[in-house]
């Protein structure tokens, strides 16, 4: 059974840093695609960053230069430097894990519960 545990969000002033991690269990870790996606109120779910199992990354326009994605194969965990925080960063952020094979498909893969960052200005 997967199971992706998120931690690290809270509140935080404009300009400030947090960093966000994802553990995961129950998967291949070296077989999956790792994303963070983030969902603001009243607002649909968007892709925040993902990496590959090799470590290739991408991000959202919106945190280029601003957000960095790591992961560590060896413990299964993924983690979100997010720095130079602004107010439009405030959401809900969700780790995602898909199969490489599915990689186009991050619907299809799984869902950790959700951090909140609330980002004051």
């Known amino acids: 059974q997967v199971q992706l545990v998120e931690s690290g969000g809270g509140l935080v002033q404009a300009g400030g840093s947090l960093r966000l991690s994802c553990a995961a269990s129950?998967?291949?870790?070296?077989?999956?695609?790792m994303g963070w996606y983030r969902q603001a109120p009243g607002k649909e779910r968007e892709l925040v960053a993902r990496i590959t199992p090799g470590g290739s990354t991408n991000y959202a326009d919106s945190v280029k230069d601003r957000f960095t994605i790591s992961r560590d194969n060896a413990q299964y965990t993924i983690y979100l430097q997010m720095n130079s925080l602004k107010p439009e960063d405030t959401a809900v952020y969700y780790c995602n894990a898909v199969q490489m094979v599915l990689h186009q498909r991050p619907d299809l893969g799984s869902w950790g519960q959700g951090t909140q960052v609330t980002v004051s200005s």
């Open positions: 129950g998967i291949i870790f070296s077989d999956y695609v």
